[in-house]
Structure formats: C-alpha cells, structure tokens
C-alpha cells in the first residue's frame, strides 16, 4: 500500500476558507510546506497566484479549491476523497513572465507573473507608450489607458476582460493587449513568441504617469518595463481528470 501524500493547507484569511482548512487538516493530517508532498490552497484565484509565488523555491505542486469567488485556477471544493483526487489529479506546467521596471526615481523594480504585467495610465490623461519587441521598435506610439503582456494561463483574466485573445494552455505565445486603445484607433494589440523580450516606454511620464504591476504587485510609477518569460521556472498546477486549464479555456470560448 502506498505511503500517504503529506499534505499542506493553506488558506486565504477568509473565514470559509480558514474553517475549510481546519476541517481538512483534521481529517487528513497537516504537514509544514517545506516538508509536503502536495499543498492544497484553499481561497480563490487570487490566493492560488499568491500560493504559486511563495512556493516557487520548493519543487511540490499545487492544487487549490475554491473558497472564493473567481475559481479558474481551482477545483471545486469537496471535503470526501481528497486523497483520491490528489492521485488521480492532472498536472499542468506553467512558466512565468519577469518584470524588470524603471521607477520613477530611476530604481529597478523586479517581480515575477503568472498571470500578466500591465501597464495602466496613473492620471487623467491617457497613456503614450513606445512598444519594442526583442530590440526592435514596433510601435513609436500608442496613446490609450494601458497595455498589458499575459501568459497563456492569465489569457482569461485581464487580458480576456480588455478583449485580448484566449490562448491555448500549451502554446508558446504570448498576448499584447491594449486596453482603451486611442492611436492607432482601436488597435488590439499582437500574438508573440514566447520567447520575445518586449519593452515598454513611457512618454511624456510627467503629464502622462503610468503604473506597472505583476500579477498584482505594484511597481508604482514607471519610466520603462522590460518582460520576458522565465522557462527556469516551472510551477505545477494540480487539476481534476477532464477539468485541466486546456479544458476550461475551450469552455470560455463557447459560453
């Protein structure tokens, strides 16, 4: 008989998902992250990127159940037969993009994202921004409310609600999506290799500000962002049978 997975909670600071956990934890044991074979995230697709970034040091997938309100990246929540899920569960190998960006203040700010780095406008004006792919400039100007680089994984999330493209989970592409696109008139940004390096330039920064985030994490005003995908990194994603991310970006594009 095989030896028993040892399992690591984590929850968000919700109370579902804190009680989720302790239910679980007593039904099945807890064992400390580093030690885990498994961890089970518990809250929403939030909590589950925020999961993802602080295991990135430890070679143990992850699989979450929604104790929250946006479920893309979790499975559905089911106390019984956790033990036989997790065996029979499917995994999912997604690499993230790097954000290098030059604060106002001419300091480097670094952050890793699952799912997108964005670029929004920080005033009332819109944004000016100069777009270069691998070195080469591709747009001297694109006036709108703010552009944004997503994986395949984060396809349906921002990118997807800026009417940017679903992209299959095992293709090595790359969406540029500009939100609010003003010049060129309703531009709907690009499909890049995986491997692309993009930069973004900030015009007139002063009269115009921008800010930049990864997955969230806020870079505050920039002057300039670099990305590239980081193929070193894996993280691993742990799916029910027939519910994997491949399955349910089909399912997007026909609701």
Known sequence: MPARKKIAFLASETD???EA????G???GTAETEAAD?????????F???TLHGTQHLDIPVYGMNCGTVGFLMNEYHEPGLEARLADAEEELINPLKMNAVQEDGSVYEALAINEVSLLRAGSQAAKLRIFVDGRERMPELVCDGALLSTPAGSTAYNYSA???ILPIGSDVLALTAMSAFRPRRWRGALLQKTARVRFEVLQAKKRPVMADADSRSAGRVLSVEIASV???KHRILFDPGHGLEERLIQEQFV
């Open 16 to 18: 579902i998902a804190q």
């Open 21 to 24: 956990a302790t239910a679980l």
């Open 26 to 28: 007593e039904r099945y």
């Open 38 to 46: 498994v961890i089970v995230a518990l809250g929403g697709d939030g």
């Open 48 to 50: 589950m990127l925020q």
């Open 163 to 165: 009417h940017g493209p």
């Open 231 to 233: 193929p070193e990194i």
